[in-house]
Structure formats: structure tokens, C-alpha cells
């Protein structure tokens, strides 16, 4: 889901994988693991620093099952 809005933002935003990479202070590589659905080792900082580097916030949310 992260990674479905995340690349959501960047659409709107005009920003390509390159220049999102860049602003992030990282390599392609670390923004391809950001975008990877699939990808179960991500910490808190990738996302956070990508969202800043939008303009955006991240809201963590607990909701009952």
C-alpha cells in the first residue's frame, strides 16, 4: 500500500525515479526496494525521507482487525 501512494505522489508530482533518488540522497536502487510491494525489509527512514522529499508527511495508523 506504502508503495502503491508513494509512487501515486511522485506521478502527480511529476518526479521521476531519478531525480526522486537524488532528492532522497540515495541510489535507484534503494528507491526501487521503496516501490517494491513485495520488499518485507524496509525501515521507517526510506519511506520518511521519500515522503519529505515530496512535500508530503507520513501518518502511521493502528486500526482494530
Do not use: C
Not at 541510489?27 to 526496494?33: E, M, N, P, Q
Not at 524496509?42 to 519529505?52: A, I, K, N, W
Amino acid at each position: 500500500m506504502i508503495a502503491w501512494q508513494f509512487e501515486q505522489a511522485m506521478k502527480l508530482s511529476g518526479i521521476s525515479k531519478m531525480t526522486m533518488a537524488e532528492r532522497m540522497h540515495t541510489r535507484r536502487a534503494a528507491l526501487g526496494r521503496l516501490l517494491d510491494e513485495n520488499d518485507t525489509g524496509l525501515t521507517l527512514d526510506t519511506p520518511s525521507r521519500g515522503v519529505q522529499a515530496l512535500g508530503y508527511r507520513v501518518k502511521v495508523e493502528l486500526v482494530a482487525a
